[in-house]
């Protein structure tokens, strides 16, 4: 399978197997063209004339070399996969939150339940779950989330304590991840991110106007202003430690690109702007699709021309590994929710990922009597690229895996029916990041 990629008018096919990117001209375009509509070399010189047929001498060289029109890896299809073992966890520290965000999709922490914290006994509780359950794997994750954790900081604290004290006894690395509004930060919270964390992911959506219409705290109030001073406090003392600022947008402002570009000018440089999914009246439609992909072309050429400039950012969707990449097992099955990663609600719940937390039919299980229900980890394991519907003949299926599980089900009742609109938004931005490593400079 070639995909033909055209973006701000440059050109380039991309072979799906093998991964390779060619870069081509709009006569190797038309021909390629040809080429994917079933037509024969003969047929191709008879529409286009044999001016062609130097391009499909190349074109030819390239399909011997395997880097075109190469065919899939045998009985990859058939493969199956064991459930593998758990090596990260999400922590909901916090089922509440100081924030009452439009669009959140946790219930503003509630996360269809009840507001609560998450007590020191069941954290520890979930270390012991983790660390029993990783088998002979060593380094570990756990991520703490909510609602808003730092308004269970103490926890957090002595969460982090107890699992530093687990690691030389057992062999084990954990590596902790926080994700803060920044709303409320004091001097002691953000010490303790930049000395503990390995990465802390901060919500900011963009622009001012746009943040402060969708982020207002519990009173009603703006909190722009007061996120970015803290942020800016985190970031400034990380001393090159991971973090980025991870916004979302919905169709109230379809213009996103100038939100990454308004983090960007506030002095973030590691950014991620999401679409919103589950809240009706804020999700993308598919009307709204043809600015959104404007928006990224637009932001595509922003991304470089600041990089050539010496003020680049790095924006997630645009960091494509084209060389090498993940693990086969990964760009197979994505994240690994539900069956290597899962959520611990404040009661010690389990469920396969921070956005199914609270919803029936998803629990599997708690940390305290240490059982997981593993006919839901194996339906997980069991989905991947080749059991979603239409993801096998997709050309983005080794980049997107299948997409996320959670859009999938909130949008069709299916973790096995990929969610239509969020895979138009990632094929263009696949292309986008094609694009900018392909064509670098020429896109300015």
């Known amino acids: 399978m070639v995909h033909l990629i055209e973006f701000c008018g440059k050109y380039a096919a991309l072979d799906v197997e093998s991964g390779s990117v060619h870069a081509i001209d709009r006569e190797a375009m038309r021909v ?21 047929s130097e391009v499909l001498r190349e074109i030819e060289e390239l399909e011997e070399q395997g880097l075109l029109y190469s065919p899939p890896a045998k009985n990859l299809s058939q493969m199956k996969f064991n459930a593998p073992v758990i090596k990260a966890l999400c922590f909901l520290v916090a089922q509440d939150c100081n924030l009452r965000c439009s669009y959140c999709f946790a219930e503003t922490g509630e996360y269809h339940q009840k507001r609560a914290l998450m007590s020191l006994d069941t954290a520890k509780k979930a270390f012991d779950f983790l660390v029993r359950n990783s088998g002979n794997r060593q380094n570990l994750e756990v991520d703490f989330f909510g609602g808003e954790p730092l308004m269970n900081f103490d926890v957090v604290k002595q969460a982090v ?11 084990k ?20 991110l930049n000395r503990e964390m390995k990465n802390v992911v901060i919500s900011i959506d963009g622009r001012k106007e746009v943040h ?11 909190t722009y202003d007061r996120v970015v001073q803290n942020a800016k406090k985190i970031v400034d003392g990380r001393g090159g430690k991971e973090y980025y600022i991870r916004g979302t947008f919905t169709r109230e402002n379809l213009d996103f690109g100038g939100d990454v570009i308004a983090i960007a000018e506030a002095g973030f440089d590691q950014i991620s702007l999401e679409p919103v999914v589950t809240n009706k009246e804020y999700a993308i439609r598919e009307e709204d699709l043809p600015q959104l992909k404007h928006e990224y072309e637009m932001l595509a050429r922003d991304y470089t021309k600041r990089r050539k400039n010496g003020k680049g950012y790095n924006f997630f969707h645009f960091v494509v590994d084209l060389n090498s990449g993940p693990c086969l097992n990964k760009r197979l099955r994505g ?30 299980g708690n940390v305290r009597d240490g059982e997981v229900d593993t ?35 909130f949008a069709n009742g299916t973790i096995n029916v990929p969610y239509k609109i969020g895979c138009e938004m990632e094929k263009k931005r696949i292309e986008a990041a094609i694009a900018i490593q392909t064509f670098a400079e020429e896109l300015v």
């Open 32 to 52: 390629l063209t040809f080429k994917n509509a079933g037509k024969t070399n003969k047929q191709i010189r008879n529409d286009l004339g044999e001016g062609v």
């Open 161 to 171: 304590a107890y699992g530093r004290g687990l690691q030389k006894e057992h062999g």
């Open 173 to 192: 690395v954990f590596r902790f991840t926080l994700t803060t509004n920044a709303y409320h930060v004091t001097d002691e919270m953000a010490d303790f």
């Open 212 to 222: 402060d219409k969708m982020r207002r705290n519990a009173a009603g109030g703006e």
């Open 335 to 364: 994240c690994g929710a539900g069956s290597e990663y899962l959520a611990v609600a404040a009661d010690g719940s389990l469920y396969p990922c921070h956005q199914f937390a609270g919803i029936d039919g998803f629990y599997m």
């Open 375 to 409: 006919r839901i980890k194996q339906m997980f394991c069991d989905t991947h690229i080749f059991t979603k519907k239409g993801c096998e003949d997709c050309w983005a299926k080794y980049y997107c895996s299948g997409g996320c599980a959670a859009n999938a089900w």
